[in-house]
């Protein structure tokens, strides 16, 4: 895959990001085909499907480089099951990107809980977790 290009207003850099796992996914109780999409402003990148668990481990990495200009303010995450038919959406978490800025060394390493999608802060019964990193160039 190409890497993808979103404007930054702190110069040229990166932003990776490792999808490393997930827990506790269901679909009404059963394994689901998960898959996580991340959305970073316009740019968006997913990993592979994993077939038939409710604790997927990804270990994907994805790299979204920096142009000048606005930048968006967040990451945004959405576990997804793949279905026959419709793409569910699982939950969704975000990592604002000033808190990866200021975090030593540029990085964080965290679990993140998933909130139900049309529930207003439910969290959903998952998590997933993430290493965010900022490259200067």
Request: glycine share 10%; with cysteine; proline share 7%.
């Amino acid at each position: 895959d190409l890497p993808t290009f979103v404007p930054t207003p702190l110069g040229r850099g990166m932003l990776r990001v490792e999808v490393v796992a997930a827990a506790r996914l269901a679909t009404n109780g059963n394994a689901c085909n998960a898959y996580a999409a991340l959305l970073l402003g316009a740019a968006r990148q997913q990993t592979a499907v994993v077939k038939g668990s409710t604790d997927p481990v990804f270990g994907e990495s994805f790299a979204f480089h920096s142009a000048d200009g606005p930048a968006p303010l967040e990451l945004l995450i959405s576990l997804m099951h793949r279905t026959g038919e419709r793409d569910e959406c699982l939950g969704s978490a975000s990592v604002r990107l000033s808190r990866v800025l200021h975090a030593p060394g540029r990085a964080l390493d965290e679990w993140l809980a998933l909130h139900a999608p049309g529930r207003k802060g439910a969290v959903y019964n998952g998590k997933v977790h993430l290493r965010v990193h900022w490259v200067p160039e």
